[in-house]
């Protein structure tokens, strides 16, 4: 069972910085893909960043250059680092690991931007 729980959302300034949490209860060395996803109200989930168990990491083109996403498999963790936050990055942030050909879902962290 894969069971993701986030943390870290909240109310930020256009232009500040929020670094976001995913712990899985068990290894991360059985899950082969790490995402960040992001529903707005109305809108399609979609993806932010991903980071495979090579390392190998795709984002956004709305994200580049601004958010980080990175794992620790030590602490069963992965985290996305966002920076020069915009008003068009509030939504409910999830995180989504995949083990075989399962693909798991945390239940969403609330990101808040305010002009």
């Known amino acids: 069972q894969v069971q993701l729980v986030e943390s870290g959302g909240g109310l930020v300034q256009a232009g500040g910085s929020l670094r976001l949490s995913c712990t899985h209860s068990?290894?991360?060395?059985?899950?082969?893909?790490l995402g960040w996803y992001r529903q707005a109200p109305g809108k399609e989930r979609d993806l932010v960043a991903g980071?495979?168990?090579?390392?190998?990491?795709n984002y956004a083109d709305s994200v580049k250059g601004r958010f980080t996403i990175s794992r620790d498999n030590a602490k069963n963790t992965v985290y996305l680092q966002m920076n020069s936050l915009k008003p068009e990055d509030a939504a409910v942030y999830y995180c989504?690991?995949?083990?075989?050909?399962?693909?798991?879902w945390g239940q969403g962290t609330q990101v808040t931007v305010s002009s």
């Open positions: 980071i495979h168990n090579s390392g190998r990491t």
């Open positions: 068990g290894s991360f060395y059985s899950l082969t893909y």
């Open positions: 989504a690991a995949d083990r075989g050909d399962n693909r798991y």
